[in-house]
């Protein structure tokens, strides 16, 4: 069964395929922000949606925020 959507740390985000050119890409889910992602493989967005996350945590913590899922971090 295929996934709805990539899941790291508490942080749910989308799959979205371009039937254009058949890339990937998505954004985190329930978050103020618009944080997105893209790949060529699932590999790769699930990678970048990774990252995606760990830049929106980044940037809440210099901003003296708590991130929105912060009892799921380790």
């Known amino acids: 069964m295929a996934q709805k959507t990539l899941v790291h740390m508490g942080y749910h985000g989308t799959i979205e395929v371009d039937t254009s050119d058949y890339s ?3 954004s ?3 978050i103020d922000e618009k944080f997105v992602y893209s790949g060529q493989t699932f590999e790769e967005l699930e990678y970048n949606f990774q990252n995606a996350v ?3 945590i980044h940037l809440c913590r210099q901003q003296g925020q708590e991130p929105p899922f912060s009892d799921e971090l380790p």
């Open 28 to 30: 985190i889910l329930f």
């Open 24 to 26: 990937l890409h998505g």
């Open 54 to 56: 760990k830049n929106h």
